[in-house]
């Protein structure tokens, strides 16, 4: 079955850390860029992050640059999301996509951008004292 599971989500203190992964099942995520996104409730899905497919670039939304970091790795088929320095406006529900498109990442953010292939169900973070 081709599906995208996230896990590792969860309560945390401000300033705290968390690791995101995004597991694929069913085809080999090498082969696709991979974005985050969250949202919380009331405000407008956000794209936080995106690894790409052709060259391993890496984006990243202004709200979590040099906080935040994706990484791959092949042979667990995963895709990561590292958050540090997690602040309560971090707050949100988090779910990976994988799209097979080299275009992906550049726009990813984009509401009118190309629709990921695949997405995940997600997973709540929560970043509360």
């Known amino acids: 079955q081709v599906q995208l599971v996230e896990s590792g989500g969860g309560l945390v203190q401000p300033g705290g850390s968390l690791r995101l992964s995004c597991i694929a099942t069913?085809?080999?995520?090498?082969?696709?860029?991979i974005a985050w996104f969250r949202q919380a409730p009331g405000k407008e899905r956000e794209g936080v992050s995106c690894?790409?497919?052709?060259?391993?670039?890496?984006y990243y939304s202004d709200s979590v640059k040099g906080r935040f970091t994706i990484s791959r790795d092949n042979a667990k088929n995963t895709v990561y999301l590292q958050m540090n320095n997690l602040n309560p406006e971090d707050t949100a529900f988090y779910y990976c996509?994988?799209?097979?498109?080299?275009?992906?990442?550049?726009?990813?953010?984009?509401?009118?951008?190309?629709?990921?292939?695949?997405r995940g169900q997600g997973t709540q973070v929560t970043v509360s004292s």
């Open positions: 996509a994988a799209s097979g498109s080299y275009s992906y990442c550049p726009g990813y953010e984009s509401p009118s951008h190309i629709p990921p292939d695949i």
């Open positions: 069913g085809f080999i995520l090498d082969y696709y860029a």
């Open positions: 690894i790409s497919n052709s060259d391993e670039s890496t």
